[in-house]
């Protein structure tokens, strides 16, 4: 059929009309970025957990009553330390929830195992949990903790892995939601090796990955990038700086980055980014 040429002038400016509106629609979809961000925050309070997990041994490893009394009141905690049968410190915030210097309040315990004094170079801790609840998270796994010993530049090295972690969150006495983490980190003593006995001027730098599944099911990775790693203050109650980059290979958006804001004023502000979009979490 033949049309005529005003109605082919029509059918043409129709079908420019229709192509930019199919245009316009594919621009103005939205990507969701819900699961990216849901496996982020998993991964940093995972991060979080494990690290002030870390920290509170490395505080009681340090501690001169705890050896000599063998017990010691390090932030609202009560330590033991027991050696018969084996050597052992014990972390019990009770079965009531306590408030911590941090803000946040815990209570049940931990249990480290450990194969020498915490200070001989290849010592390992084995920790396992006993109903330990941080602020809303109930904490499950297997961390193992070692003193390396110094590195080559003089600085104290320390690692810590988890095999099976598993965070439950406690939404309320009903409802809860449960993820799964496991790492290996290595830990640099890079200030404060100075006062041995004094662990509010101690600044580690922390490398490693991670990996886990999030609370809707989608797996995750992370590295720590190595020209920015994590810097873990324990002047501050939590990660200070430092950046993560995350894959999740089951999405639509399979990277991404976790950006532990330097300049926040030790207030856990962190930024995601995803796509060249940024989205902030604060954990604690």
């Known amino acids: 059929m033949i049309f005529p040429q005003a109605n082919r002038t029509v059918l043409i400016a129709l079908l420019l009309v229709t192509i930019a509106l199919i245009s316009c629609n594919k621009e103005n979809e939205e990507t969701d970025y819900n699961d990216n961000i849901i496996a982020a925050r998993s991964n940093v309070k995972a991060e979080g957990v494990y690290t002030d997990i870390f920290n509170m041994f490395y505080k009681a490893s340090i501690n001169e009553d705890l050896f000599i009394q063998g017990t010691a009141i390090i932030d609202t905690a009560t330590v033991i330390f027991d050696s018969i049968p084996q050597l052992k410190i014990k972390v019990d915030y009770g079965s009531y929830f306590r408030l911590c210097p941090d803000g946040l309040v815990r209570k049940g315990s931990y249990t480290a195992i450990l194969s020498d004094m915490p200070d001989k170079p290849g010592s390992i801790a084995s920790l396992t949990f006993e109903d330990y609840i941080s602020q809303d998270l109930l904490v499950e796994g297997n961390l193992f903790i070692s003193y390396v010993g110094d590195n080559a530049s003089g600085f104290p090295v320390f690692q810590y892995s988890l095999d099976n972690g598993v965070i439950t969150h406690l939404i309320d006495s009903i409802v809860s939601s449960t993820f799964s983490w496991k790492c290996l980190k290595d830990l640099i003593l ?21 990996n886990g599944v999030a609370i809707n099911g989608k797996a995750f990775e992370t590295e720590i990038s190595s020209t920015n790693p994590l810097i873990n203050d324990l002047s501050c109650n939590w990660i200070v700086a430092g950046l993560q980059n995350i894959t999740t290979p089951d999405l639509e958006i399979t990277s991404g980055s976790i950006d532990y804001i330097t300049d926040d004023d030790c207030n856990s502000r962190i930024a995601f980014y995803f796509n060249q979009n940024v989205f902030y979490f604060r954990p604690k």
Not at 190 to 210: E, N, R
Request: glycine share 10%; charged share 25%.
């Open 190 to 210: 890079i200030d404060g090796k100075q006062t041995p006995t004094f662990a509010d001027d101690d600044i580690f730098v922390l490398s490693g990955s991670a």
